[in-house]
Structures are given as structure tokens and as C-alpha cells.
């Protein structure tokens, strides 16, 4: 069974930082892609960033460009999502998802999982 598990959301205040990670188990693939999307009740789901396991290759949304990195370690299967100078339009529900992919691109071949989720509150 798949299991995706979110941590590090919270609250914090216009201008700071938060690391969230995901941790994935049971999946039996090597070639992935790894990403965070967020959500807002209202609004559709949006991609944040993205990573594959094979090459490291990263997408991000334009929003988040030079404020947000990912990473990953492969040997743990979790990957991090460390977000800098956070506004508030960054408040959201932030979602991990896990792919087949294949190659060393984002071109997806298999079916998507996800985690639950955590909340992440830009607030002062």
C-alpha cells in the first residue's frame, strides 16, 4: 500500500520560511515524479513544484520561482519543499503526489498518489 506523509506547515508570519517534507513508503517504482501542489477551497489545485527521481529535473510555478526549492533523497523517498520569504497569497493546503514516470521527464505513465496534506497559514 502507498503512503504519502506530510509535515512541517504551520503558521508563519509575511517574510519567514518553512520546510515541508514528504515521506513516501510502499511504493515500488524507481523512475517518479515527486511534487507539491497546494489548494485553496475555491480555487482549482495548483502545481508548486516538481522533481524526478532519475535526473533531479525541477519545475516550478511561476509564483513560487526563486522563493521555493524542492529536493529529494531517493534512498528515503522524501522529498522537501523549502519555502522562503512566504506571502500571504502562499496560504494554502500544500499536497504531495507521487507518479510513475518515464525517462528522465515529467511524462507521466502510471497512476498518481497523494498525501493528506498540510496547512500552511502566512498570516501576521
Known amino acids: 500500500q502507498v503512503q504519502l506523509v506530510e509535515s512541517g506547515g504551520g503558521l508563519v508570519q509575511p517574510g519567514g520560511s518553512l520546510r515541508l517534507s514528504c515521506a513516501v513508503s510502499g511504493y515500488p517504482f524507481t523512475n517518479y515524479a515527486m511534487s507539491w501542489y497546494r489548494h485553496v477551497p475555491g480555487k482549482e489545485r495548483e502545481l508548486v513544484a516538481a522533481?524526478?527521481?532519475?535526473?533531479?529535473?525541477?519545475k516550478y510555478a511561476d509564483t513560487v520561482k526563486g522563493r521555493f526549492t524542492i529536493s529529494r533523497e531517493n534512498g528515503k523517498r522524501t522529498v522537501y519543499l523549502q519555502m522562503n520569504n512566504l506571502k500571504p497569497e502562499d496560504t494554502a493546503k500544500y499536497l504531495c503526489n507521487i507518479v510513475r514516470t518515464q525517462g528522465s521527464g515529467f511524462l507521466k505513465i502510471g497512476e498518481d498518489y497523494w498525501g493528506q496534506g498540510t496547512q500552511v497559514t502566512v498570516s501576521s
Open positions: 522533481i524526478t527521481s532519475v535526473a533531479g529535473n525541477t
